[in-house]
């Protein structure tokens, strides 16, 4: 299997974050690594393409970052899912639970 289209990446990078957050606060180098490692290697996300999603999540108010020095050399931004990125998440699962269901009907057709 190769990797995954940019077009699917982009249309499921918000479920894939507040996912992830939802576990916890994470750093943005940690949510690339993450994805990386779930994926066998098969999502490997560039800064260029996570950060404005992240910076998009919090714009709308989804998540909120911080900065975090202790036991580290250098700060780190971190990413903290906030009550309105939870219901996003909800409504963002439901849709992805639908499209998943549609999509094995017409397989097994």
Known sequence: MGKISKELMG?????FILSLLQNGDAYGYE??????ELSGGRIA???GSL????KKLEKSKKIKSYWNVEG????RKY?????????AL???KADWD?????LNKIMVG
């Open 98 to 102: 639908m499209m998943h269901s549609i």
């Open 51 to 54: 950060y404005p999603v992240l």
């Open 79 to 87: 990413y903290k899912i906030l009550a309105k990125g939870k219901e």
């Open 45 to 47: 996300w560039k800064e």
């Open 31 to 36: 949510v690339m690594q993450k994805f990386k």
């Open 72 to 75: 580290f050399d250098r700060p």
């Open 90 to 92: 909800k409504q963002e």
């Open 11 to 15: 249309a499921s990078s918000n479920l």
